[in-house]
Structure formats: structure tokens, C-alpha cells
């Protein structure tokens, strides 16, 4: 794929973002965070498309607020948009990331490559040495 417009992808939470804890949130999926910012930087719309409501929709927001993603909507085509029983839940979006896609999600440094057909520039962030970790 190679994408030269900006893109509307929307992407899932648990077992996409992050790992599957629902209703709990698990940790983040390698590389997760730095993508869907790379994703924003290249000036790609990013929607959070997910199960979650109420509570643990906010807490699932706040994480990723947390985690430098302030998404263009959640759960909706755009921001402003208002939901009744006269529409459809089916948001549009040019590609959707969920981890329950036929042969399930990739990782992703290869979800940014096949948007862009770049290799990602996405460093490891460094775990830090436990007491433990000294006698190595």
C-alpha cells in the first residue's frame, strides 16, 4: 500500500493498542505508542474505535493521553458528530487496525510500513536495571 493522501485510520484498543486485559487496561504493544504518533506527525486522523463506553472508555482515552495520543475522535466519524438510533455505529475510516482481522493484528512496525512504504525510525526504549540487573 501506498498511501500519498492523508488517511482516517481507525484503530482498537485492547489487544491492539494495548495488550488484552479488558476491563483493565494491559500494557502498551511494542512500538504501539511511537507508531500512532509517527501516524499523527505524518498528518494521518486518528480515531479510537472500541467496546469500550462509560468508565473504562475514559480510562482507555486518558491512557493514551497519557501516552502522547490525543485521537481526532473516539467511537464516531468526527468529533461533533451526534449518535442516535437513525444511524449507523459503522464509523468511516479509510483503514481499520483491530486485532480480531482475519490472521489477527501485526505488529507495528509493519502496520507503518505498509501505510507508508517507509521503514519506521523507532527506538527501544531502554528497560531500567532492577537490583537484580547488577549482578548480570
Known amino acids: 500500500m501506498n498511501f500519498h493522501d492523508k488517511l482516517i485510520i481507525a484503530i482498537d484498543f485492547d489487544g491492539t493498542i494495548v495488550e488484552e486485559r479488558y476491563p483493565g487496561i494491559g500494557k502498551p504493544r511494542l512500538f504501539a505508542f511511537e507508531t500512532l504518533r509517527k501516524l499523527q506527525e505524518d498528518g494521518h ?3 479510537l474505535w472500541t467496546f469500550r463506553s462509560g468508565k473504562t472508555l475514559t480510562e482507555a482515552v486518558d491512557f493514551c ?3 502522547g495520543i490525543n485521537f481526532y475522535a473516539v467511537n464516531k466519524s ?3 458528530e451526534d449518535l442516535d438510533d437513525t444511524k449507523s455505529r459503522k464509523i468511516y475510516a479509510d483503514l481499520f487496525i483491530d486485532d480480531r482481522n482475519i490472521g489477527g493484528v ?3 512496525g509493519e502496520i507503518y510500513q505498509m501505510i507508508t512504504n517507509e521503514i519506521p525510525n523507532m ?3 531502554k528497560k531500567k536495571k532492577g537490583f537484580f540487573g547488577l549482578f548480570k
Do not use: P, S, T
Request: a positive charge.
Open 45 to 47: 486522523r486518528l480515531i
Open 65 to 67: 493521553k497519557k501516552n
Open 78 to 80: 468526527y468529533a461533533e
Open 106 to 108: 501485526l505488529g507495528w
Open 123 to 125: 527506538k527501544v526504549q
